[in-house]
């Protein structure tokens, strides 16, 4: 019949078969008015059928195997494993309510010496160890002891024991970071999740590197967002350094472009175009800005310069005097509106060299990003 020693038969014609008996018993009932007949049997993990068809010989009759045929392609042990673990995730029991589920978030542990604490607090009793790239649940949540010494996630454990207590947030990748009222993505811990996928080991090395990585990122998002280029509509009043004055020669309109980063304090410039409502007097600056005060809404800048001065006569037309120069300096109060508008207020400063004259100006500009 072409069996293995290991084979068991499951059923013959599709009659179960418990024993060796059995199976001789069915055969011969079966082959008194069969010519051919199936039988069913397991070998290894898996399960086939075999066809025979009954031969004469020597006034007896032979089995000769006509057709073989393989009923699951999956292993029984797997399908059956499957089985297994699906129960056990029907019967397991999670020691976090449903309800407290949207407050917790996963993450890995960064940390080669690190504690779970009883509270939170390092002078607390240590429960236990946790080894470095082991993840874990954790609260969104962060704890800080009566001292105000160190911060601290709630942790969960299930497997093997189940244990709730506090690790230090220095030691953990969190899943989520906490910005104003929000919580976004921690690309370090989608970086920690690649290297697992990538069946890399989670060291001291890597985790250092993923550090590495998602700080090169975001530097590189900040610098991009944040150096940015404005232009926009500006306008402003002049206060002369004697008695006259006329609003139409005093009050001007112009264009300023600006190109600053708001966050990192380093030199970026400023140019002014602009001229009065009555077309006769025409200035241009050009201005060096450091930043002195970043906040979250509104940013203050030292600026410093070079300016000239066209002025033209009552007809229109250049005189002695009518080219200028001299030095500027300014304050310039940012303010952002949304993403990509700011409005900037400026207190200036100027000095001219030719006239030994100090006007002061005031400048109000809407600028947009482009």
């Known amino acids: 019949m072409k069996l293995k020693k290991r084979d068991t038969i499951l059923s013959i014609e599709k009659q179960a078969v418990t024993n060796k008996k059995q199976v001789y018993k069915i055969l011969s009932g079966l082959l008194k008015n069969k010519s051919n007949l199936s039988l069913k049997l397991k070998r290894d993990s898996q399960e086939l059928i075999f066809y025979y068809k009954a031969v004469p010989y020597k006034n007896k009759k032979k089995l000769t195997l006509s057709q073989k045929e393989l009923v699951t392609t999956e292993p029984l042990v797997k ?32 940390s080669s010496n690190s504690f779970i604490y009883k509270d939170p607090d390092f002078d607390s009793i240590k429960l236990q160890t946790l080894p470095i790239g082991k993840q874990v649940l954790i609260s969104k949540k962060i704890f800080r002891p009566s001292h105000n010494f160190g911060t601290f996630y709630k942790i969960f454990l299930f497997k093997e024991k189940k244990v709730i207590g506090y690790v230090s947030e220095a030691e953990v990748i969190p899943e989520f970071k906490r910005k104003d009222k929000k919580f976004i993505s921690n690309p370090s811990f989608k970086l920690a999740k690649k290297y697992i996928l990538e069946n890399k080991i989670l060291s001291l090395d890597s985790i250092e590197e993923i550090k590495n990585e998602s700080n090169k990122s975001k530097s590189s998002k900040n610098t991009s967002s944040n150096k940015r280029k404005y232009i926009g509509l500006s306008i402003g009043l002049t206060f002369p350094y004697t008695k006259a004055f006329n609003l139409m020669e005093n009050s001007f309109i112009g264009i300023k472009f600006s190109g600053y980063n708001l966050l990192i304090s380093y030199l970026n410039m400023d140019i002014n175009l602009i001229g009065s409502y009555d077309r006769r007097h025409f200035y241009l600056d ?6 002195i005060l970043n906040f979250r809404h509104y940013h203050l800048f030292a600026m410093g310069g070079i300016m000239s001065d066209l002025s033209l006569n009552e007809n229109y037309l250049m005189h002695e005097k009518s080219i200028d120069y001299g030095l500027v300096g300014s304050l310039s109060l940012v ?24 006007p002061l100006s005031s400048l109000t500009s809407l600028q947009i990003a482009f």
């Not at 494993?81 to 960064?110: C, D, F, G, L």
Request: charged share 30%.
């Open 335 to 358: 303010i952002p509106l949304n993403k990509n508008m700011v409005l900037r207020l400026d207190g200036k400063a100027n000095y001219k060299i030719q006239e030994m004259s100090f």
């Open 79 to 110: 399908s059956a494993n499957k089985k297994i673990v699906q129960e056990e995730k029907k019967k397991k029991k999670t020691i976090v309510p449903k309800k407290y589920k949207p407050y917790m978030q996963r993450a890995y542990i960064s």
């Open 286 to 291: 050009i201005l060096a800005t450091y930043p």
